[in-house]
């Protein structure tokens, strides 16, 4: 984690953070895709990016508490990725960062879980990072499995 900021500012630290280009999207595609393996994020990225640019988005966003790397008991060679309650609390900032470009933006229109987020309302997002906590904080695994199902049935690009 970086000792020396810019200022004390709280936009400024979150910049630190959350300034560059990838990893905001990086959090979308954990978030709202459930992308979890270094390949997935890798492969299935629709801005495509690099290999060596993911790995250091990933290990900043672990230093900074905002995901977990923890070893994938389906894959001894896996890493998997999980959000922390600080990752999941971003939430909030994804869904009015996504209402602002909706609104201000040439854009397609909102599509999949975006939409229904959106349409739901403040009960539906808090609904959701209910569920975001039951997938990625250590608790039981027999729900995580179960939930994980259920989610990406649903789910589409954003």
Not at 40 to 64: C, H, P, T, W
């Amino acid at each position: 984690m970086r000792k020396d900021h810019r200022s004390e500012c709280v936009i400024n630290l979150t910049v630190e953070i959350f300034g560059d280009q990838w990893s905001l999207l990086v959090m979308r595609d954990i978030i709202f895709m459930n992308r979890r393996h270094f390949r997935e994020l890798l492969n299935k990225s629709m801005e495509g990016i690099a290999s060596n640019i993911l790995a250091d988005r990933l290990q900043r966003l672990v230093q900074q508490g905002i995901i977990v790397k923890s070893q994938d008991a389906s894959h001894k060679q896996k890493a998997i990725y999980s959000l922390t309650e600080r990752g999941i609390e971003l939430l909030p900032l994804l869904m009015e960062i996504v209402a602002w470009g909706n609104k201000c933006l040439p854009s397609p229109g909102l599509r999949g879980l975006a939409r229904a987020l959106e349409e739901g309302g403040p009960k539906q997002r808090a609904k959701f990072m209910s569920e975001l906590r039951e997938m990625h904080l250590p608790k039981s695994g027999a729900k995580k499995k179960l939930r994980s199902r259920t989610r990406s049935a649903r789910i589409s690009a954003v």
